[in-house]
């Protein structure tokens, strides 16, 4: 089984997907790595940490998608965690392999920039946070870049069928939800 976890940084993806493979005891495989692989190993692909994430996914989706299609040939248990995808584009994979997938997608619309930077300058102490360091100005606007990319994400999800939870309100209890919904039983 592959487990899914895309949507908006700072959406609490991470934390779940590591919940998740602790429990099951599989794998952990963050798009992060892949993006930043061709960031600093092949610039020439022009995909780049600078892009915004659906930029991103569009560009690595031929990519991922075939590393997912060889992943549920080989019968690999994972969970694979990023902003890099987008459910228009995963709703094929999940229609060819219904029971090889479990995908949730995370996001925050129906929070203020002013809350969530609070939060994020409150829990990114974390070493090698990439936005510990940055100006305040430069967070708020990646907030209010997430905030449009979660009702973007929000959108398609409905469109195409697919699990979307909003950490906006009851961060804890959201991620909970995500838990259940892609560990439930078949």
Not at 20 to 37: E, N
Not at 132 to 148: E, F, G, L, S
Not at 167 to 180: C, D, I, P, V, W
Request: hydrophobic share 40%; proline share 3%.
């Amino acid at each position: 089984m592959l487990y899914i976890i895309s949507g908006a940084s700072r959406a609490g993806k991470t934390i779940l997907a590591k919940k998740i493979a602790a429990q099951k005891g599989i794998p952990y495989l963050s798009l992060d790595w892949i993006m930043m692989g061709f960031t600093n190993g092949i610039p020439e692909y022009g995909v780049h940490d600078l892009l915004f994430p659906d930029e991103i996914a569009q560009r690595l989706w031929g990519f991922l998608k075939a590393m997912m299609e060889s992943m549920i040939y080989v019968e690999t248990d994972c969970v694979i965690e990023g902003e890099a995808l987008l459910p228009e584009l995963l709703k094929e994979l999940v229609t060819k392999h219904p029971n090889k997938l479990r995908v949730c997608f995370l996001g925050y619309t129906e929070v203020s920039i002013d809350k969530k930077w609070k939060e994020i300058r409150a829990y990114s102490s974390e070493k090698n946070d990439w936005l510990a360091d940055k100006p305040d100005a430069y967070v708020r606007d990646h907030i209010q870049n997430m905030i449009t990319h979660s009702g973007n994400i929000k959108s398609s999800c409905k469109a195409h069928n697919l699990c979307y939870l909003d950490t906006s309100k009851n961060f804890l209890e959201r991620l909970q939800e995500a838990e259940n919904y892609l560990l439930r039983e078949s």
